[in-house]
Nanobody, 114 residues
Framework: EVHLVESGGDTVQPGGSLTLSCVASGVTSSNLDMGWIRQAPGKGPEWISEIKSSGPSYADSVKGRFTISRDNARNTFYLQMTDLKPEDTARYFC?????????RGQGTQVIVSS
């Protein structure tokens, strides 16, 4: 069974940076495509980034500010976030498709506020 655990969320000021981590267990991460999704209070989920064997991709809202990466030796995926804005405030989830079903972790909270 694939299990994902996110960490690294925090409260930061606008313009600040954070790096989120997602540890995958029950699977070899080199075989995984992984995405990051976020959900702000009162809003629906927003796909923001994913990494596949073909490379990374990003939503326009985070392009140039966020970087997705992976460390296969640690079965861990990262989302490096820079120049954070108040509109980046949300709960962030990593997610992957396993046999046609979306598996995601419990999320980690990011608050961007002065």
């Amino acid at each position: 069974e694939v299990h994902l655990v996110e960490s690294g969320g925090d409260t930061v000021q606008p313009g600040g940076s954070l790096t989120l981590s997602c540890v995958a267990s029950g699977v070899t991460s080199s075989n995984l495509d992984m995405g990051w999704i976020r959900q702000a209070p009162g809003k629906g989920p927003e796909w923001i980034s994913e990494i596949k064997s073909s490379g990374p991709s990003y939503a326009d809202s985070v392009k140039g500010r966020f970087t997705i990466s992976r460390d296969n030796a640690r079965n861990t995926f990262y989302l490096q976030m820079t120049d954070l804005k108040p509109e980046d405030t949300a709960r962030y989830f990593c997610a992957t498709d396993v046999g046609g079903q979306l598996v995601r972790g419990q999320g980690t909270q990011v608050i961007v506020s002065s």
